[in-house]
C-alpha cells in the first residue's frame, strides 16, 4: 500500500495539463486529483490502525480496531470508487484499475478477518492456520500486483497526455 501512496503522489503534488487539453485529459487529470485528494489521507491511516491493533492490550480491542476502523476505512474508499461517474474510456480505464485495486485490498481483509478469527479460536488447527495465511500471502500478491497496474497506467497517462508535475 505504501507503492499506491507513491503512485497518487501525495497531498502536495497537482499534476497540471500541458500545453494540449482535451475533455479526456482534463476528465482524467480531474479524477487522478480528486483521487488524489480523497485516497491518500486514508491510505495514511491504514498503517497507523494496524500499529494501533498491534499495541491494543486485548485480542478484543484489536479485533474491535479492525472491525470498526480498518474495515470501514476501506470499505468508505470502495464506496468513493463506486460513486464515480465518468465519460470518457481513457478515464474510465484507468478508474477501472482503481477499482480493482481497492476490491483487492476488500479481498485482503476479509482473509485477514478469516484468518484473525481462526488464529483466536482455539480450536482451529495449525494446517488450517497455514493455510489461511498462504490465501492471506497470494491475496497480498494480487494487490501489489494491481498497485503496479494503476502505477504503470498512470505512467502512461502522464507520458501521453504531457502532464506536468509541479509541487505547492
Known amino acids: 500500500m505504501k507503492k499506491l501512496m507513491l503512485v497518487l503522489t501525495g497531498i502536495a503534488v497537482i499534476f497540471l495539463l500541458g500545453a494540449c487539453s482535451s ?3 482534463d476528465e482524467v487529470l480531474e479524477y487522478h486529483n480528486d483521487l488524489v485528494d480523497y ?6 491511516e491504514i498503517p497507523e490502525l494496524y500499529n494501533k491493533m498491534a499495541v491494543a492490550e486485548t485480542d478484543e480491542e484489536a479485533m474491535d480496531i479492525f472491525e ?29 484499475l482503481n477499482v480493482e485495486l481497492v476490491n483487492a485490498m476488500s479481498d485482503v481483509l476479509a482473509k485477514e478477518k478469516e484468518f ?17 495465511e498462504t490465501e ?6 494480487i494487490v501489489i500486483e ?8 498512470w505512467d502512461s497517462l ?9 509541487e505547492e
Not at 79 to 93: G, I, N, R, T
Not at 136 to 141: A, M
Open 146 to 153: 494491481k498497485e503496479q497496474e494503476v502505477s504503470d497506467h
Open 23 to 25: 475533455p479526456e485529459s
Open 116 to 132: 484473525l478469527d481462526a488464529l483466536l479460536d482455539p480450536e482451529v488447527s495449525e494446517e488450517v492456520l497455514v493455510t489461511l
Open 68 to 96: 470498526n476502523e480498518l474495515q470501514p476505512l476501506v470499505a468508505d474508499m470502495k464506496d468513493y470508487l463506486d460513486s464515480q461517474s465518468l465519460e470518457h474510456d481513457v478515464a474510465k480505464k484507468y478508474h477501472n
Open 39 to 44: 485516497i491518500n489521507p486514508k491510505l495514511d
Open 158 to 166: 502522464v507520458e501521453e497526455y504531457d502532464f506536468e508535475e509541479i
Open 136 to 141: 492471506l500471502t497470494e491475496l497480498d500478491n
